[in-house]
């Protein structure tokens, strides 16, 4: 589906990358919320965010100071001119927030995630003319994360951004959300005008990531970064962790590396050659890969043999990412790479079978 898009940006916000909105995780006390704004706003951010409901994994945590907090948003508007932005999960939710004149609104991952939740904030944003972003879903869903902003879109909004979070995952080594950053550049390609909005807080989960993953965002040309800072972050109410001071948040801004979008691409058309060359090579490699997997698969059946010979796999997958480190290539590439090939692989030997 075409969805038509306008500019999230408000006036008087600069329109050179990064877009930045900075805010506490939660909106905790008006003190909080009033010294937090000063000091973003001495440091030159537009855009204050802060959570007023906050949807928790498990009850009896801080679920938020909710609509009380508005009015606090409210005067931040009235004493620093900067814009504010929190987060809805409901109906109820929005018509709070545009009754206390929010300026940016933005879905959570786990609205994002929930259909008829996203249908009936779309509804209740019908004719408003404001910018919303629709964080990724919890799980890397594309789809889902499309239907999202298509819903938004239908109701007659333009002015639609999306925010990069992360994916949940029991794999928490490093980060929080794993980034798959692969998953919101696949969003940019079929939404070339849609504007990305990375979020390095929920991404990383620990103050020390928040640099290096806002860098990576503007390496990959992301419109913008929405940061959790809180003026105390180690007695914050919510996500302590992952929050950092406006001093620190100052300091990474200052240190991005800006690259350029719109250079000249003419230097790059030689390699660029020789990339199309090497991928035409590829596909005839693995269009001939497939033929003997299908010549396999119809031996496999004249003997009645199992489609899945598990320790030629095993031996295959080892021997091949060995090969791929010692070439210089990241071995959990090449296992993504031979698990798809395999599964192909299975497939059709198993169209076969069934013949």
């Given at each position: 589906?075409?969805?038509?898009?306008?500019?999230?940006?408000?006036?008087?916000?600069?329109?050179?990358?990064?877009?930045?909105?900075?805010?506490?995780?939660?909106?905790?006390?008006?003190?909080?919320?009033?010294?937090?704004?000063?000091?973003?706003?001495?440091?030159?951010?537009?855009?204050?965010?802060?959570?007023?409901?906050?949807?928790?994994?498990?009850?009896?945590?801080?679920?938020?100071?909710?609509?009380?907090?508005?009015?606090?948003?409210?005067?931040?508007?009235?004493?620093?001119?900067?814009?504010?932005?929190?987060?809805?999960?409901?109906?109820?939710?929005?018509?709070?927030?545009?009754?206390?004149?929010?300026?940016?609104?933005?879905?959570?991952?786990?609205?994002?995630?929930?259909?008829?939740?996203?249908?009936?904030?779309?509804?209740?944003?019908?004719?408003?003319?404001?910018?919303?972003?629709?964080?990724?879903?919890?799980?890397?869903?594309?789809?889902?994360?499309?239907?999202?902003?298509?819903?938004?879109?239908n109701v007659g909004?333009?002015?639609?951004?999306?925010?990069?979070?992360?994916?949940?995952?029991?794999?928490?080594?490093?980060?929080?959300?794993?980034?798959?950053?692969?998953?919101?550049?696949?969003?940019?390609?079929?939404?070339?005008?849609?504007?990305?909005?990375?979020?390095?807080?929920?991404?990383?989960?620990?103050?020390?990531?928040?640099?290096?993953?806002?860098?990576?965002?503007?390496?990959?040309?992301?419109?913008?970064?929405?940061?959790?800072?809180?003026?105390?972050?180690?007695?914050?109410?919510?996500?302590?962790?992952?929050?950092?001071?406006?001093?620190?948040?100052?300091?990474?801004?200052?240190?991005?590396?800006?690259?350029?979008?719109?250079?000249?691409?003419?230097?790059?058309?030689?390699?660029?050659?020789?990339i199309d060359e090497?991928?035409?090579?590829?596909?005839?490699?693995?269009?001939?890969?497939?033929?003997?997997?299908?010549?396999?698969?119809?031996?496999?059946?004249?003997?009645?043999?199992?489609i899945v010979q598990?320790?030629?796999?095993?031996?295959?997958?080892?021997?091949?990412?060995?090969?791929?480190?010692?070439?210089?290539?990241?071995?959990?590439?090449?296992?993504?790479?031979?698990?798809?090939?395999?599964?192909?692989?299975?497939?059709?030997?198993?169209?076969?079978?069934?013949?």
């Open positions: 589906m075409k969805m038509k898009l306008d500019s999230i940006l408000l006036p008087g916000i600069d329109p050179k990358r990064p877009l930045v909105i900075a805010g506490p995780c939660s909106a905790e006390t008006e003190d909080q919320v009033m010294n937090a704004a000063k000091q973003l706003s001495a440091n030159g951010i537009k855009i204050l965010r802060a959570g007023i409901w906050k949807p928790r994994t498990k009850p009896g945590g801080f679920e938020g100071v909710g609509s009380e907090g508005l009015a606090w948003l409210k005067k931040v508007k009235q004493e620093t001119g900067m814009y504010v932005s929190t987060e809805v999960a409901t109906q109820k939710h929005v018509y709070e927030a545009l009754k206390y004149g929010v300026d940016v609104l933005w879905i959570g991952a786990r609205t994002t995630a929930n259909p008829f939740a996203v249908q009936e904030i779309a509804e209740a944003l019908q004719g408003v003319d404001i910018p919303v972003l629709v964080k990724n879903p919890v799980n890397p869903d594309l789809e889902l994360w499309i239907g999202a902003l298509e819903r938004l879109s909004l333009t002015k639609l951004g999306a925010i990069h979070r992360g994916f949940s995952s029991y794999d928490k080594k490093i980060y929080r959300n794993l980034p798959q950053w692969h998953i919101p550049i696949e969003l940019k390609r079929r939404y070339p005008d849609l504007p990305i909005i990375c979020d390095p807080s929920h991404i990383g989960g620990k103050r020390d990531l928040i640099q290096p993953l806002s860098q990576q965002a503007m390496d990959l040309n992301f419109d913008g970064l929405i940061i959790e800072s809180h003026c105390d972050p180690d007695n914050a109410w919510s996500d302590a962790s992952q929050q950092i001071t406006p001093i620190r948040l100052n300091e990474i801004l200052d240190g991005l590396i800006i690259r350029d979008s719109k250079q000249s691409t003419e230097d790059l058309s030689a390699l660029r050659r020789q090497l991928d035409d090579q590829l596909l005839e490699l693995l269009a001939k890969r497939m033929r003997i997997s299908c010549e396999i698969g119809t031996f496999k059946k004249e003997h009645n043999m199992t598990t320790d030629r796999y095993d031996e295959i997958l080892h021997k091949r990412i060995a090969q791929a480190e010692g070439m210089g290539m990241n071995p959990e590439f090449m296992r993504v790479v031979l698990e798809a090939i395999h599964e192909e692989s299975v497939r059709k030997q198993i169209d076969i079978l069934n013949k």
